[in-house]
């Protein structure tokens, strides 16, 4: 049990191998295995959970090889979490591509399976070079599933998406080789060790190599000035892609919690991240919730939306300490389990309605549409942070969190307004697509949507709808363990003993 | 000798960005692939210049060179061989698809 954290890699990755291995066995077998896989990732899960709920650090030292020197993966409370979403996102987006859509080009569950190796391994690991080369796995995937179905607007949407992170992964490396030249080591708690004792006419250089790291992170993450790419890509991706991709921004805010806790206190990056990550978090809100009024079609809103909730925390990383901290790491989960659902429910919407798909249109009228309308008001309630669902109490817990000056009253007025006009948004597009009467060509024509693996698909939006009532009712302990998880970040030393355990030569 | 890899790295850099500018797609792979290039360089002289250190153990040599940039550096070159491979496929793709090999649309 003590090599538990290398199973979230290890078992989607084998999944992979044996996929392509196979592939001539036929898409049955794939499927199988992904569903074969994610089951042992939930329980793999719910292992990592309950050891990280002890508040064990769990460390594993790839070959025995003592941790400057091996590859460390960490399993603290923050990646455990961070695994535990990527995993409840994987269960629904698996079931709704089964119904379907991973037919429509090869190798849909290799790219899935690497994408979710790539995922966790980025979360667990405890070495700088090894999160670049996480991120690289993941990116490859994200790429294929990406392209995954083919058509001129996926090849555009994933031409820029490609060159974007090209181009972060070469300033990542750039990054990585001036950290590891002015410290001689790239694992995480040894750079924060370092750092405290960077001579001073090195401090400009590492300066440098941090905010290069900072900028990377914040092209990933999606933040302003590096997140028009965003809302292009992920509502070109079919919906259980979308779904999934939910998480991958979450690898940038990830990253930039990390780092800013072990490396942001240390006196040679003082003043490096803090002083303008809360104006361009700021600046990301705004913008996102002008996009997601703005948007014409319901994917590009959830798009905007899924922005707006990076740049709320990034503003909490930027604000830190342990209460706004715990008020993000509640507020985390929440929102990228509810825009996963939300991009499956654009996903069940568009196939609906035939040419028109998503779009702010008139177009036939959907089928079953009571219990969409519900389940989509629902959703609607807890991403734009109405009572009484989850995203209120996550943001009435962010609001209490943030401090007085003009930063947190701006943080305040952009934070509700931001509310306002999301629930504003979806208001719009849920009034034509559902209210809206069908054109008079269309009146009597309803678009029955494709009806083989229907059944997996709204079982997958249900499922993935559930993620609603679950958070409001698991508040209480999804909140204890947010605190929890800040107070093990902001104690530093935690992470760093767990990894070079003191009284041992380094 | 420094100035010499300097001015190297900051060349391939600056060529790089200005393609990546362009609007073609061709041009666009052209100066990604020089951009990965120079960061391969950096990282690779991060491990320090110099003609007369080992990387094994011999006796009688006091300086050493620090072979864990090469392993960083094998790695990265795998990985951005094969992200440019890859954005060659799909731009070639893009072309075929959409007929023009403009990055911003037609």
Redesign the interface.
């Known amino acids: 049990m003590t090599q538990l954290p290398i199973l979230p890699v290890l078992v989607p990755l084998v999944a992979a191998i044996l996929m392509l291995a196979l592939h001539k066995a036929g898409p049955v077998l794939a499927r199988g295995l992904g569903f074969l896989s994610v089951g042992i990732l939930a329980l793999v899960s719910v292992l990592l959970l309950r050891q990280a709920d002890g508040g064990t650090v769990l460390v594993v030292n790839l070959g025995n090889w003592p941790a400057p020197f091996g590859i460390a993966f960490v399993a603290d409370r923050l990646s455990v979490l961070m695994v535990s979403i990527t995993t409840l996102i994987a269960i629904p987006a698996l079931l709704s591509a089964t119904g379907g859509t991973d037919r429509k080009g090869p190798h849909f569950h290799v790219f899935f399976q690497m994408q979710l190796a790539g995922l966790n391994g980025a979360f667990l690991t405890g070495d700088l070079f090894n999160l670049f080369v996480f991120f690289e796995v993941l990116l490859i995937a994200s790429y294929g599933l990406l392209a995954h179905g083919g058509g001129a607007a996926r090849a555009r949407a994933g031409m820029h998406y490609v060159a974007l992170n090209l181009v972060g992964s070469v300033l990542f490396l750039i990054a990585l080789g001036l950290l590891y030249g002015m410290l001689g080591t790239l694992n995480l708690a040894d750079v924060a060790q370092r750092l405290a004792t960077v001579p001073p006419e090195d401090a400009a250089l590492v300066r440098t190599a941090l905010a290069l790291l900072v900028i990377v992170f914040v092209l990933k993450s999606a933040l302003m000035p590096l997140g028009f790419w965003l809302p292009n890509a992920y509502p070109a991706a079919t919906a259980p892609v979308a779904a999934l991709f939910a998480v991958l921004t979450k690898v940038g805010v990830y990253a930039l919690l990390r780092l800013s806790s072990v490396s942001f206190e240390a006196p040679v990056a003082e003043g490096l991240l803090l002083p303008w990550l809360m104006p361009v978090a700021l600046a990301t809100m705004a913008v996102a919730t002008m996009g997601a009024l703005a948007a014409p079609r319901l994917a590009v809103v959830v798009a905007h939306l899924l922005v707006l909730s990076t740049g709320i925390l990034a503003a909490a990383i930027a604000v830190g300490g342990v209460p706004m901290l715990a008020a993000m790491l509640y507020y985390l989960p929440h929102t990228t389990l509810v825009t996963a659902a939300l991009f499956l429910m654009a996903g069940r919407i568009a196939e609906q309605r035939g040419p028109a798909e998503d779009r702010f249109v008139r177009a036939a009228r959907l089928s079953g549409t009571g219990w969409l309308a519900a389940g989509f008001l629902a959703l609607a309630v807890a991403v734009a942070g109405l009572p009484p669902l989850s995203g209120f109490l996550g943001k009435v817990m962010l609001l209490t969190a943030a401090p007085a000056g003009a930063m947190g009253y701006a943080f305040w007025t952009i934070l509700i307004v931001s509310g306002f006009v999301a629930a504003l948004g979806l208001a719009r597009g849920a009034s034509v697509i559902f209210w809206e009467p069908p054109p008079e060509s269309l009146a009597d024509t309803r678009v029955p949507p494709p009806a083989e693996g229907a059944g997996r698909r709204v079982g997958a939006l249900l499922l993935a709808m559930g993620f609603v009532p679950a958070l409001v009712l698991g508040a209480a302990p999804l909140s204890a363990y947010a605190r929890a998880t800040a107070e093990q970040i902001m104690a530093r030393q935690i992470y760093i003993e767990a990894v070079l355990p003191p009284g041992r030569a380094p | 000798m420094e100035l010499v890899v300097s001015l190297g790295i900051g060349t391939l850099v600056a060529g ?1 960005i200005w393609l ?1 500018l362009r609007e073609r ?1 061709f041009s ?1 792979v052209l100066g ?1 692939t020089l ?2 290039y ?3 360089l ?2 690779f ?4 210049l110099g003609s007369v250190a080992p990387p094994l153990s011999f006796e009688g040599h006091g300086a050493l060179a620090d072979p ?2 090469h392993a ?1 550096v094998l ?2 070159i795998v ?2 061989f ?3 491979a ?2 060659v496929a ?2 070639l ?2 072309v075929a ?2 007929g023009s090999d403009r ?1 911003d ?1 037609p």
């Open positions: 790089g990546v797609s666009v990604l951009m990965s120079a960061a391969n950096f990282i002289v991060g491990g320090r864990l940039p960083l790695t990265a990985i951005s094969g992200m440019t890859y954005l799909l731009a793709r893009a698809e959409t990055v649309g």
